[in-house]
């Protein structure tokens, strides 16, 4: 676990650690990424402060810090950083989305041809505007863009007693912030775009678009070229390997998920039998069962021994006996 302190005597040295993107090496099959951390608050920190500090968002340190009061956690309290993830089950090429983990996953290679994954927090779309899934790509990058509010939001805004204008132009007032980047879906309104409320990020509130901390849609829009693929997933149930350990993270439905659509036990069982067809372990499904109900978003280890693929199994050290009953760890 790492241990980190929020000591920001300066403002630009704070606005400096924020620039910084969370960049982790990517290994040949590998499955996990980050630690996980805690800071201790200072008087006037607010959970969200401490979210944006460490490139988190709101909903996901309040889960991993229930109990905790919000906007006044108080000075010394111990604040939990949730800062390990498993990666989705998906092709790890251009920017993946999964909407229940509420992160945007960016894999390519850096100056050294070496393979990296970028992370970084997201608001996506509630109730009433969902972000759709699927695979599309960017087509046009914008600079201080004019937002344009579809019919359809400037008719609800009004319905709340708000009018708003066909167009915001760039500026403190426009909510896509300095950057946008659009992506090709038909009808052309969803956006991955930055923000003028950065409290926000991290919750299911926009109209539909994928929205950023301001400082970490600009590293993103510096790096991701037009053409890029961009896919959208909802993977509320993750499975991943950790050095022949099976590990679980669960994710809270996407609000306004049908009844029927929601997983339950029955799909965690097929998660994992999937997860386990070809590396066969022992499972520890009171664990597994727990890790579902709690869905705290936090890989957890749910596998009893470890597995040994066949040129490790076959060491003369390593007796199969002593590899099927290897001792837990955390």
Same mark, same amino acid.
């Given at each position: 676990? +790492?241990?980190? &302190?929020?000591?920001?005597?300066?403002? %630009?040295?704070?606005?400096?650690?924020?620039?910084? %993107?969370?960049?982790?090496?990517?290994?040949?099959?590998?499955?996990? +990424?980050?630690?996980?951390? &805690?800071?201790? %608050?200072? /008087?006037?920190?607010?959970?969200?402060?401490?979210?944006?500090?460490? /490139?988190?968002?709101?909903?996901?340190?309040?889960?991993?810090?229930?109990? +905790?009061?919000?906007?006044?956690?108080?000075?010394?309290?111990?604040?939990?950083?949730?800062?390990?993830?498993?990666?989705?089950?998906?092709?790890?090429?251009?920017?993946?989305?999964?909407?229940?983990?509420?992160?945007?996953?960016?894999?390519?290679?850096?100056?050294?041809?070496?393979?990296?994954?970028?992370?970084?927090?997201?608001?996506?779309?509630?109730?009433?505007?969902? !972000?759709? *899934?699927?695979? !599309?790509? *960017?087509?046009?990058?914008?600079?201080?863009?004019?937002?344009?509010?579809?019919?359809?939001?400037?008719?609800?805004?009004?319905?709340?007693? $708000? #009018?708003?204008?066909?167009? *915001?132009?760039?500026?403190?007032?426009?909510?896509?912030? %300095?950057?946008?980047?659009?992506?090709?879906?038909?009808?052309?309104?969803?956006?991955?775009?930055?923000?003028?409320?950065?409290?926000?990020?991290?919750? &299911?509130?926009?109209?539909?678009?994928?929205?950023?901390?301001?400082?970490?849609?600009?590293?993103?829009?510096?790096?991701?070229?037009?053409?890029?693929? #961009?896919?959208?997933?909802?993977?509320?149930?993750?499975?991943?390997?950790?050095?022949?350990?099976?590990?679980?993270?669960? /994710?809270?439905?996407? $609000?306004?998920?049908?009844?029927?659509?929601?997983?339950?036990? !029955?799909?965690?069982?097929?998660? #994992?039998?999937?997860? !386990?067809?070809?590396?066969?372990? +022992?499972?520890?499904?009171?664990?597994?069962?727990?890790?579902?109900?709690?869905?705290?978003?936090?890989?957890?280890?749910?596998? #009893?021994?470890?597995?040994?693929?066949?040129? &490790?199994?076959?060491?003369?050290?390593?007796?199969?006996?002593?590899?099927?009953?290897?001792?837990?760890?955390?």
């Amino acid at each position: 676990m +790492i241990l980190m &302190q929020t000591k920001w005597p300066y403002a %630009a040295l704070f606005v400096a650690c924020l620039a910084r %993107a969370q960049v982790f090496p990517l290994g040949a099959d590998q499955d996990l +990424i980050g630690e996980p951390g &805690q800071t201790t %608050a200072e /008087h006037a920190d607010t959970l969200p402060d401490i979210a944006r500090r460490y /490139h988190l968002g709101f909903d996901e340190i309040g889960i991993a810090n229930p109990g +905790i009061d919000v906007w006044l956690p108080g000075a010394g309290t111990t604040v939990r950083l949730p800062m390990q993830h498993l990666l989705p089950n998906v092709p790890r090429t251009g920017i993946v989305v999964d909407l229940p983990d509420g992160r945007l996953y960016y894999f390519r290679n850096d100056a050294h041809e070496r393979a990296v994954v970028e992370t970084y927090p997201i608001s996506i779309g509630q109730m009433d505007w969902k !972000t759709p *899934i699927g695979v !599309t790509k *960017i087509v046009v990058k914008e600079r201080n863009p004019t937002w344009y509010p579809p019919k359809s939001v400037r008719e609800k805004h009004l319905q709340d007693g $708000e #009018v708003l204008p066909e167009s *915001i132009p760039p500026g403190p007032a426009n909510p896509l912030g %300095a950057f946008a980047m659009r992506l090709g879906i038909p009808g052309g309104a969803y956006l991955i775009h930055g923000t003028n409320l950065p409290v926000g990020v991290g919750m &299911q509130i926009t109209h539909g678009c994928i929205r950023l901390y301001p400082e970490d849609i600009e590293t993103l829009f510096k790096e991701v070229p037009v053409g890029m693929s #961009v896919r959208l997933v909802n993977e509320r149930i993750k499975t991943g390997w950790v050095d022949g350990a099976l590990y679980l993270e669960v /994710h809270h439905a996407l $609000e306004a998920t049908a009844p029927a659509d929601i997983e339950d036990l !029955t799909a965690l069982t097929r998660a #994992v039998v999937a997860a !386990t067809a070809s590396r066969r372990v +022992i499972v520890d499904w009171d664990t597994a069962e727990r890790v579902f109900g709690e869905a705290r978003g936090e890989p957890t280890r749910i596998s #009893v021994d470890r597995w040994l693929a066949p040129a &490790q199994a076959a060491k003369p050290t390593l007796s199969a006996q002593s590899s099927r009953y290897a001792a837990k760890t955390p």
